[in-house]
């Protein structure tokens, strides 16, 4: 019997997430999906699961290691092998400096930073002694620059970018594939629309939204891209976005 291929989705929100687990899924990946409360992950799966896919829902807090080691171990021991890993996490606030609470600024960096670095830690733990694997951080344009009022988002992310560079370096000659994608645009999402306001239905026409099926295709590009031509870095924007 074939042995089942598993893909982790942490932070499997409504639009990137969601779409990342679906379209593994349709390659006959079995997703695992996890955000803080499961039950808000009921229409994902059931969606999943109408189009012919598997899916399980697991409520996880990605700030907590015990939640993290346990995550890890449960999907390994009841479902099989983690082959995939795609942590997208957000953390996208914006605060004035001298509004950044430490509270504030703590929060950011544990949903940006070092719960990418549990997640990564596991991943590579699971990993490694197989020699294959992908890991797959999720990263914006608070990545590579920071901005007005983004102090605590910047900081947070720019981290996670450190550590997909370092855990790369590290990993790739162990034939673990670890990418980072700088997300450098508004994405499609209920948000987006609310704050583009009467302009989103012209923008959206002209492809200047980021479609998370669009996002997910990159993602699973990546993961298929053969060993001798990995992409570390990936940068997605719409044609239109100024950078």
Not at 39 to 49: C, F, G, S
Not at 83 to 102: D, H, K, L, Q, Y
Not at 221 to 232: E, G, I, S, V
């Amino acid at each position: 019997m074939p042995e089942t291929k598993v893909a982790l989705v942490i932070g499997a929100g409504d639009s990137t997430g969601g779409a990342v687990a679906r379209r593994f899924a349709r390659e006959g990946y079995f997703v695992c999906v996890t955000r803080r409360h499961a039950n808000k992950l009921a229409p994902l799966v059931a969606r999943i699961e109408a189009d012919g896919g598997k899916a399980r829902a697991f409520g996880s807090d990605a700030r907590r290691e015990e939640d993290v080691v346990e995550l890890f171990e449960t999907i390994e021991r009841e479902i099989g092998p983690i082959e995939v890993v795609s942590f997208n996490v957000g953390g996208n606030v914006r605060f004035p400096i001298r509004e950044t609470t430490t509270r504030v600024y703590t929060k950011v960096w544990e949903m940006c930073a070092l719960a990418g670095f549990f997640a990564g830690r596991a991943a590579a733990n699971v990993m490694v002694p197989r020699g294959r694997g992908t890991i797959l951080f999720t990263g914006a344009t608070a990545s590579v620059r920071g901005g007005a009022g983004y102090a605590a988002f910047a900081g947070g992310k720019a981290a996670l970018r450190a550590l997909a560079q370092s855990m790369a370096r590290e990993l790739g000659p162990q034939g673990i594939h670890v990418a980072h994608i700088v997300v450098d645009g508004a994405i499609d999402t209920d948000f987006t629309k609310q704050r583009a306001g009467d302009r989103y239905e012209a923008r959206k026409a002209a492809d200047g939204i980021l479609n998370p099926e669009s996002i997910a295709e990159n993602y699973w590009m990546l993961h298929a891209q053969p060993r001798d031509a990995w992409t570390h870095e990936l940068d997605l924007r719409p044609w239109s976005e100024t950078w």
